[in-house]
């Protein structure tokens, strides 16, 4: 775009920066000033948020207002620090749902979620609104959040022009054309430029390599990247002495080792980072453990990365955020090591710390104060701390459900931290080689520049009954298809039509080659088909029987049974310590011998299961303590009960019994063709075409499904809720309008709590104990799913959550929706002890995980989901009482730690 194509406002915008702009931010601001919405997507650092500030500024020129969104609050806190000013307290307000600056200010920063609740709630707000900045609203694809963007672009007034700012995706041109679909005119901007160079490098040993030909790019910048050959030769080397010295090992009859690899310790790495003068740099281990555990080795060193007359701005930095801290609690909070750590230049930075402390880093990070940080991956969304080098310990992180190597995206958005615009020439990312490492598998994430973006929008319950409320059903569905979910599976049964043409015509070539419609071989090879199939239908009814009388089986144990788990990891012994609650799916609560606890399930067991014996148990059992876990297994091994070996089911198999399956094996033995001289090779043919129309089929079923998907969804969460009262005749009741009113992952549940009054009566602190339940979620995969509590009213009322729970689940497992989540009570006894002023510490230990005690971070940010309920069921409740006892528990919860946080 040429300098001439700037319009006035983009030319009084450009005339008040310290810098200038580049082309993709002139050609994003040139289009929103010709009235038009624009989708940016470039790389990290690349200031896309200068055309969000644009926004600003031609909303506040015309006398218009802008709402700036971000995903997370300290973001929302960082731009309404930027914008605050550049234009001065008085035009910028701030909303993230425990802080409310200035709301009625022509700019206002806020979480996405908060913008989706005041469209729903039709706020007065939303008048005048011009501009929305969606930043970073490549969250859409997020499992659990995402949904809020799509809402927001979906509902938003057709006459607010809209700024999505995007990390680079491969598939920008189909977010752009949905966004075309639904906003209306849109100009969609992608650069792929870094303004700051990055070099990929590996760390073998204190050995710093390039990872490509830096030579052979020098000279031909779009040559295709090649490994850099001293690199290659290196690690060939080494691998040939890790085998030599794996082989004297073991003629000195000694087990060999893979060259007895030893990782250099995090502090040479660090100085060997600042010899090459590559400090600052973020090293990202995927595990706050891990984080720990290297600022801890750091600290025990000699490594020093402050001058001397650096450690008085330090100090005030650390006391302007931390002065107001329970002077009692900084011990347990560890703060005296973050802060000797602080003063060394060193420091971590993940979820698990308090936020006063994480904010003091990033200060401290972004002035040049902290030189090395050691980080979990969320730093790397959004927060301003970019760095002159990144470092990755691993390629492998845990994604919640198994350990899992990183996504070129994941390689990108965190190496994209390395490079300050405006101070660093070039950016630099490090991989420390270990000899699992694949010098080629660094290489392919460095260079693959494909990471599409994927919708996870899917209709909820307080979705689905706003859209009802606003807009009655017919137009709800209307929108539901035309969400980018449904843009995008629309797009991939074009695919699977062409699919299932090509397979069609294929199919009818395989059918002369066997004879024709009409031909022997062709009847012969749907009779074999219909056998096959027979088969397996017995089989999974096989499955199916045994899995219904391991089912049966787990519902009938009781506590105190000794059973024998047949397969699996945990295989053996084990006592039943709470029964299964829930009919449809039994999960009792058990204790193997090997002092594992957990819940079990039918997956479990290829038979019934059966009581062995009965072992007499305590009262009450804590299994979450490795003493009373290790105590019960050793009195379960004592009893002398022995798990039987090598049983099976006495049932006869499906298949022995069944009349069909025997006549269709007659019917193929007696067909012409079963004895023809050239039989193999035509049922070579026909399993082709067998299996051809097999994939067809399934190809033809993927198709029905995914057509109108959200929109079936849609209906089935309808029929529940009408069901429950929440929809009479098409219209939303008064249940309904709570329902409308509760943003929670457990919203049908916390209605249904308020609307059967099971949570009346409790007292302030009680309540938030039993509210915690359906917020918290334990780092564990067991979970806290025993029912208990530190008083009577807990207990009953967790009980009856729990009961309301369990008939959720069994409507939507009838209904075919996805289960609400388990209610998890691992931080009842720590919510309670808090709010009855009870010291941090004991909190702490009380929402301990198997004896560790809770992050003082992960405390307070659990505090703060159980205060945003309760100030929903504040606001939502219709008996007096449980109002009351909401804002007080808010009251009590919202001191110490918590109270510093949230100011």
Known sequence: MTESSRGPQLEAFAAQLSFPLDPFQVQSCAALE????????????????????????????????????????????????????????????????????????????????VL????????????????????????????????????????????????????TVSNAEEFGAWMETVRGNTTIVVDETRPVPLWQHILVGRR??????TKAQATSPSARLVIDQELVRHLKQRHALDRHSAWEQRGRGRPGQRGNFR????????????????????TFIFSRAGCDAALAQCVRSKLDLTAPEQLDEITSIIERHTGELPRADLEVLGYWEWREALERGIATHHAGMLPAFRHTVEELFVKGLVRAVFATETLALGINMPARTVVLEKLVKYNGETHADLTPG?????????????????????????????????AGLASTRTYPLRSSFRPGY???????????????????????????????????????????????????????????????AELRERLKNRERALEREG????RGAATESLNALRRGDVIAIPVGRRSGLAVILEAATDQADPRPLVLTEDKWAGRISSADFNFPAEALGRMRLPKHVDHRTARSRRDLASALRSTGIVAPHGRRSSKRSPAAEDRELATLRRAVRAHPCHTAPNREQFSRVGERYSKLA??????????????????????????????????????????????????????????????????????????AAVVSAVVYESRSETGYPIVGGPTGPIRHALAETMQIWTGIRADEVRHKLPLTREPDFGFVTAIYNWARGEPLVDALVAAGDHGKALSAGDFVRWCRQVIDLLDQVHDTADDPQLRSAAVKAVKAIRRGVVAVDAA
């Open 34 to 113: 010709d009235g038009h919405g624009v989708l940016v997507c470039a790389p990290t650092g690349a200031g896309k948020t200068v055309v969000g500030e644009f926004a600003v500024h031609l909303a506040l020129e015309t006398g218009g207002k802008c709402f700036y969104t971000t995903p997370i609050k300290a973001l929302s806190n960082q731009k309404f620090n930027d914008l605050t000013k550049r234009y001065g307290a008085g035009l910028v307000g701030l909303l993230t749902g425990d802080q409310s600056i200035n709301s009625d200010a022509p700019v206002v920063v806020m979480t996405t979620e």
């Open 116 to 167: 989706r609740n005041m469209i729903y709630a039709s706020s007065s707000a939303l008048r005048g609104l011009s501009f929305v900045v969606m930043d970073e609203v490549h969250f859409l694809a997020d499992r659990f959040r995402g949904a809020v963007w799509e809402e927001v672009i979906l509902h938003l007034p057709e006459d607010v022009r809209l700024v999505s700012l995007s990390a």
């Open 208 to 213: 710093m390599f390039d990872l490509f030909d």
């Open 263 to 282: 990782p250099a310790p995090r502090p040479e790495v660090i100085a060997r980072l600042d010899e090459e003068g590559l400090l600052p740099a973020i």
């Open 410 to 442: 994941e390689y990108t958005q965190l190496t994209g931290r390395a490079g300050r615009r405006g101070i660093d020439i070039e950016g630099h990312a490090v991989v420390l080689w270990t000899p699992e490492l694949d010098a080629n598998e660094v």
């Open 462 to 524: 307080n979705m689905s009954i706003n859209l009802i409320d606003r807009m009655g059903a017919a137009e709800s569905r209307a929108l539901l298809e035309r969400s980018f979910a449904q843009f995008q599976a629309d797009r991939s049964v074009v695919g699977l039509v062409r699919g299932i043409e090509r397979n069609t015509a294929a199919l009818a070539e395989l059918r002369e080659q066997l004879g024709g419609d009409d031909g022997e071989y062709l009847e012969y």
């Open 543 to 546: 499955r199916v029987d045994r």
């Open 694 to 767: 097999r994939e067809t089929e399934s190809m033809r079923q993927k198709v029905a499904a995914t057509t109108n998907s959200l929109a079936r969804t849609f209906d089935r969460i309808l029929a529940l809720l009408g069901e429950r009262g929440y929809i009479a005749d098409g219209k939303v009741t008064e249940d309904g309008r709570r329902l409308r009113r509760i943003y929670s992952e457990s919203d049908l549940l916390v209605s249904e709590c308020l609307r059967q009054g099971q949570w009346r009566g409790l007292a302030p602190a009680e309540l």
